[in-house]
């Protein structure tokens, strides 16, 4: 258990579906993340949020739309997704006191399939 | 930009030393992270170097060598819990971790 909680675990979507992942976090952290997490491939940065606020969007589709109703809670919005967004996608959470990312706790994540 | 290299793979049996090496291009960066990830779970943290020079926990020890742009994840005593995925991750400058591929860990009986 780390302390981050996301839902569904898995999820299979047809490509005008649209779904919603999310995240919860009970560790007092001001800053969410959502990473996508590709077979073989480095963990990519997709979205951070610091008390709330949008601080970085990594050039990421508009299929993807992030929510932050909260510091504790945090969502993915998808519709219209491609075969090829089919990864698992990852919530985190950190500190934003000092060096936000030397220490990131990690959800289980999503495991999302487009067909 | 930033990018991180290491090994794909590595295999070893029970009770074996295993180095993990990173090797790294930015333009700043305030440290070096490793992260476990078993398979079908979340990531979890090791260790973090913000210094050249090695950190212990446990079996586990980190090293960074920022004249080098390098640094490792030593795994002592493996045992078959160890068999994971390990990443190594560039704590940069603007508070975001840029992540490696991972090196998955095979250990044998």
């Known amino acids: 258990e780390t302390g981050v909680t996301q839902t569904p675990r898995h999820l299979v979507m047809g490509m005008t579906n649209k779904k919603s992942l999310k995240c919860e976090q009970h560790l007092g952290h001001n800053a969410m993340y959502w990473y996508k997490q590709s077979a073989k491939k480095p963990l990519e940065l997709m979205f951070v949020y610091n008390f709330k606020e949008q601080t970085e969007n990594n050039s990421v589709p508009s299929r993807f739309s992030p929510e932050c109703p909260n510091s504790s809670h945090l969502f993915l919005h998808l519709h219209t997704l491609q075969p090829e967004d089919s990864a698992l996608y990852l919530c985190?959470?950190?500190?934003?006191?000092?060096?936000?990312?030397?220490?990131?706790?990690f959800g289980s994540g999503t495991q999302l399939s487009v067909l | 930009g930033q990018s991180l290299e290491q090994p794909s793979e590595v295999t070893a049996v029970e009770g074996a030393i295993v180095q993990i090496n990173c090797t790294y291009q930015t333009s700043g960066f305030y440290g070096l992270s490793w992260y476990q990830q078993h398979d079908g779970g979340a990531p979890t943290f090791l260790s973090y170097n913000a210094l050249d020079g090695l950190e212990e926990t446990g079996r586990f020890s980190s090293f960074l060598s920022r004249s080098d742009s390098y640094g490792y994840l030593l795994l002592q005593e493996l045992q078959m819990k160890d068999s994971a995925s390990y990443f190594c991750?560039?704590?940069?400058?603007?508070?975001?971790?840029?992540f490696g591929a991972g090196t998955t860990v095979t250990v044998r009986a």
């Open positions: 991750a560039l704590a940069r400058n603007d508070y975001k971790l840029s």
């Open positions: 985190a959470s950190s500190t934003s006191e000092g060096n936000w990312a030397e220490k990131l706790f």
